[in-house]
């Protein structure tokens, strides 16, 4: 009677493992430079990175992660918890998450150097964010998730570590976040031009006020009072 029973707590042992590891491989997460553009077709990679983040003081550090699954997933919600250390922290609520969306290029600039082309068109592109919590994510393909930190002015110089959790009905994936904060911290009066063109800008932005609104972001960042949005080269539709 007694094998009988270690063997049955063997099996279900095995099967809670082989279940544990399916659901590993179902859906990864892993971090990317702020810099990278992630395609849709992006695969997984060999050695998938933890999501890091570095910055000053009283700056806002941006990074991202990439999220895929192998089957379609509805309703994906992102949070993350407070970055610790052995003796502070830097609160959830100074993290952002935004899910990025992707735009449908139709062809690109003229006179752009193949080598110098992110894809070539048609092809969509990822740049705006989605104004949702939430996302569906379609089977096999890479759905980017940005993260902005602001680092508080008071917080102590050091390494932070958090855990980023994406969840979906009956599931969900996991990544360490960690941000270093360097021991110096950037004046609260930034001094900098911001330069503006509608000249060229497809009419629905220009008739949206495109102009007045990059007025008000300058402003609003502390920008000099002189108004220099003039001149310049601005956006084609449809070209990226």
Not at 4 to 18: C, D, H, R, T, Y
């Amino acid at each position: 009677m007694a094998e009988k029973w270690l063997n049955g707590l063997v099996v279900f042992f095995v099967l809670a493992v082989s279940t544990d590891a399916a659901r590993a491989q179902e859906a990864n997460l892993w971090g990317v430079d702020g810099v990278t553009k992630i395609m849709r077709d992006a695969p997984v990679p060999s050695a998938p990175e933890s999501a890091a983040l570095e910055g000053a003081r009283g700056e806002t550090v941006s990074g991202q992660v990439v999220f895929r699954a192998t089957r379609g997933l509805k309703s994906v919600c992102a949070d993350t918890t407070d970055l610790k250390n052995a003796e502070h922290l830097v609160s959830a609520a100074c993290v952002r998450l935004q899910w990025v969306r992707y735009l449908e290029v139709k062809r690109n600039s003229a006179g752009v150097p193949a080598e110098e082309l992110v894809a070539r068109a048609p092809c969509a592109l990822p740049d705006p964010f989605w104004d949702t919590a939430t996302v569906d994510v379609a089977a096999s393909t890479a759905q980017p998730l940005w993260i902005e930190i602001d680092v508080p002015r008071a917080a102590v110089a050091g390494e932070y570590t958090g855990t980023l959790t994406l969840r979906w009905d009956n599931g969900s994936v996991n990544v360490p976040l960690h941000l270093t904060v360097w021991d110096f911290e950037l004046p609260t009066t930034r001094h900098q031009l911001v330069h503006v063109s509608g000249r060229r800008l497809p009419r629905r932005a220009r008739q949206r006020g495109f102009l007045g609104t990059g007025r008000k972001v300058r402003q609003n960042h502390g920008g000099p009072p002189a108004d220099v949005f003039q001149g310049g080269t601005g956006l084609d539709q449809d070209h990226v």
